[in-house]
């Protein structure tokens, strides 16, 4: 009886990997029953029990080695190994059966990474947008990520930065764009290269993408410094001072062509609480009036260098409902009057007393701001 129990013991340890409490157990009454055996009965009858002991013993001293681990790894245990693998793959590999091969990365978004990549096809240099590990299994995200690809594949302007396509393959998303190379307009805020004749010749190219996008009916909701881009060698002598293909505008992840401001992957108001519309920070219905807005907060800070509203997150949205900045002269005097005054109707409280893009354009071609530095 007791070899049946001691081989049982054996088999269920060795098949079915019992724990290690189990084997400690297996090992001292294997130990206990063994050495009893040698004491009580002959060398000879004791040798079936001491063969088994050895056999328990070097189970029992395997199995801690990862070649046995390996082996007697229960199904859901290589399961969820596999699946960890899966999750920590590179970008690289994540777009390995794609037709690009990344070369570098070159940003990094609140949710998704942009990177220099070659379209194997036929070469061409393209940038590659891929959702962050965190977000992949996101569905809204998802759904908002190609949405954004969606309406800037409709879009074909020379001031929009474009898109070539998009697709899944698997868990894998991307959206394959033209690569822009140069300095987005925060740059050069930041860096003071900009004088008010450069500061009117960027805002009219943006102006122009934008009237773009509204004729189709699509709202971008996140005009900023950081979606402007300036290609490199955009800036030259002479009138105008910028190229006309130079300045991009892109982003185009919340644009949409419904009025509602809440299209989002955390129930919170999307955009930039810097330069989002009193309306739009209110999550009250919004149209082309709520771009017009960001738009003129984007010129403010052109003109001036500085932010029209600054705090904390909750001190900025008191500010865009309830407060009206000093004006663009009173921090520069040297700010034309004209520039002054649209700047000013352009961040209006009252959306219907902003003027239209049409207005922003004639007022940026005024005759007198002609030769201004």
């Given at each position: ?75 859901h245990l290589r399961k969820l190994r596999a699946q960890a693998r899966n999750k920590v793959s590179s970008a690289l590999g994540m777009v390995e059966t794609l037709d690009y091969e990344i070369l570098e990365k070159v940003g990094s978004g609140g ?263």
């Open positions: 009886m007791i070899w049946v129990l001691l081989g049982i013991a054996v088999l269920t340890s060795i098949f079915v990997r019992a724990p290690g409490r189990m084997n400690a157990v297996i090992l001292v009454l294997s130990l206990l029953l063994g050495t009893g055996l040698v004491f009580v009965n002959s060398l000879g009858r004791t040798t079936a029990p001491l063969i088994l002991f050895t056999v328990v013993l070097s189970q029992l001293v395997i199995a801690g080695s990862p070649l046995v681990q390996k082996i007697y790894a229960v199904p949710m998704a990474n942009v990177y220099r990549a070659r379209r194997r096809s036929d070469d061409q240099i393209v940038a590659l947008k891929l959702p962050m590990e965190q977000y992949v299994t996101d569905l809204e995200f998802i759904r908002r990520f190609h949405h954004e690809a969606e309406i800037a594949r409709r879009l074909d302007h020379r001031n929009i930065v474009k898109t070539f396509e998009h697709g899944t393959l698997g868990i894998k998303h991307f959206i394959a764009m033209e690569f822009t190379e140069g300095r987005s307009l925060e740059g050069y805020i930041k860096t003071g290269d900009l004088d008010t004749e450069l500061s009117i010749d960027v805002m009219q190219f943006v102006v122009n993408a934008l009237q773009h996008i509204h004729s189709f009916g699509f709202i971008h909701r996140d005009i900023k410094p950081t979606n402007i881009m300036i290609l490199r060698g955009g800036i030259q002598t002479g009138r105008p001072r910028v190229r006309p293909d130079a300045v991009k505008l892109m982003d185009f992840g919340i644009a949409s062509r419904r009025v509602l401001s809440r299209l989002t992957t955390t129930d919170v108001r999307v955009g930039t609480p810097i330069y989002m519309s009193p309306e739009q920070v209110r999550g009250l219905e919004i149209d082309h009036h709520s771009d017009i807005y960001s738009l003129g907060l984007v010129f403010y800070e052109m003109l001036t260098g500085q932010m029209a509203f600054q705090g904390g997150y909750e001190a900025i949205i008191h500010q865009q409902i309830f407060q009206t900045p000093p004006s663009p002269h009173q921090l520069n005097p040297a700010i034309p009057q004209v520039l002054d005054q649209l700047v000013m109707c352009m961040i209006a409280k009252n959306p219907t007393e902003r003027p239209t893009l049409d207005e922003v354009s004639e007022s940026l071609r005024r005759k007198d701001l002609e030769g201004i530095s």
